[in-house]
């Protein structure tokens, strides 16, 4: 049975209009002196450390733990600003999976594997409402690599359950093919979402579990059961439209 669910933020949760990367452009600008000058990263699925050392090293900016806090202090600042400024919303689906998991007589631990640092995490979930909504989580404040946030977001699954959790128990949710990566480094199942830059198919590419449209006509309920079971049951809800059928790979 699945213990724990743990989804990605951008993309996965909430589409923030780009408030993030405008964020970190004007970080470049106002705090280092470079106009445009995180134009060249490509920000789905990383880390926000390993994008900010990205930054550094490709304009020869030593990277330094102060470097580090100059860029991240600023960076939330700015972040807060371009939220309340962006046409952001959340991801289809995802108000009522959250519901349903709090109600869920299986009450599995909800929380987040997210490459963004916990600060950012707060600001942009508090921004819809969402933050309390999750008892855990790993961020990129924790580690640059995102495979590795995944075997920190399990030790601290196990940790608040008093038991040590295997891989397979953990349901990762996310939008990206490294979401999917950072699931597989962990042995988890993965339902990967076409709501942020990757289509179904792309991801299909990268043999999730499952790849799916949205959350919207999917029962949370179906993805908690055994793995032994899940095969044989039905992801979607009975209504599922067709163009959301859950595709296994
Ligand atoms: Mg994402």
Redesign the pocket.
Known sequence: MIKAVLF?????LVRTGGAGVRAFDRTSATVFGIPNGTSHLRF??RTDTGLIREFFQRHGIQDTAENLERFLNAYVHLLDHSLATSTSELCPGVDRWLCDLKKSRKSPLVGLL??NIRLGAEIKLRHFGLWDAFAVGAFGCDHSDRNKLAEIALRRCSQLLGTPLQGREVLVI???P??IECARAIGAPCLAVAT??YGVGQLMRHQPTWAVENLETLDAETYLKEPSTRRKTPPGRPKTRSSNSPKKS
């Open positions: 990605d933020i951008d993309g996965t789905a699925g997210t490459g996310g939008d990206t490294l979401d942020g830059d």
